[in-house]
């Protein structure tokens, strides 16, 4: 009785055995192709990480700022052009005025300031131009105009074709406590600044180490778009 168990489980162990390894056999093995694929995905992972260190910031969410702020390039007032996409821009002037001109319509006064900023646009492929300004102060506010601001302070710049320069002007009414610090963004979109490249210029050289209170007082300053060049 004893040997024919034994038989039996012999018989059973192998029959089982055989199953085994034909199941383990079956099993998909790993392949080269297999392993090809996973250094891509570490490739691709990495191509990711180094691409969002190039990237704005991501740290908010608020609009206009975080993975929507846009690029900025610098310019520095009275130096040389900065290329955005669609063209050049370069900071020509920057004043102060509590009266501002412009031909057709009646002057505007202000007991704060009108930060005057002149500024040269040369498109590059096809017609375009600045329409959007913003003012930064050193207490984090803004204060923005565009070209379709009425009246007292806003855009004012041609549409040049492309290798034509347009002189234009931004004008932007401030409180004097915003000149302390204060930065100035140009862009080609009014909308969201995320969608294109802006310029961006530091004005605490340009408006001086003079008593804010007095910046621009009692001064009048024209404002009008031309092209530079053409009669």
Partial sequence: ????????????????????????????????????????????LSLTQALGSLLPSTATTEFGEGSQRNFVRAVSPGGGAVPLRTGDLAITG??????????YTYPASTDAVFLVVRFAWTPRAETSTIVKATLFDGR???FTVTSLSAGRD????????PGITADC?????????ALAG????LST?????????????????????GSLSDYGRGRTAPVEATYRGLE
Avoid: K, W, Y
């Avoid at 979109?189 to 180490?209: Q, R």
């Fill in 189 to 209: 979109n009014a909308i969201d600044d995320a969608l294109d490249d802006v310029a961006e210029a530091d004005l605490t050289d340009a408006v001086g180490p």
């Fill in 169 to 177: 002007v931004a004008v932007v009414e401030v409180p004097r406590d």
């Fill in 154 to 161: 806003g855009v004012t710049c041609l549409r040049p074709p």
């Fill in 140 to 142: 984090g506010r803004r």
């Fill in 182 to 185: 204060s930065r100035i963004q």
């Fill in 94 to 103: 920057v004043e102060g005025a509590t009266t501002v001109t412009r031909p």
């Fill in 1 to 44: 009785m004893n040997a024919t168990r034994q038989r039996l489980g012999a018989r059973l162990g192998a029959r089982l055995g055989t199953r085994v390894g034909a199941r383990l056999q079956a099993l998909p093995q790993p392949r080269r192709s297999a392993f090809g694929v996973g250094a891509l995905v570490v490739a691709g």
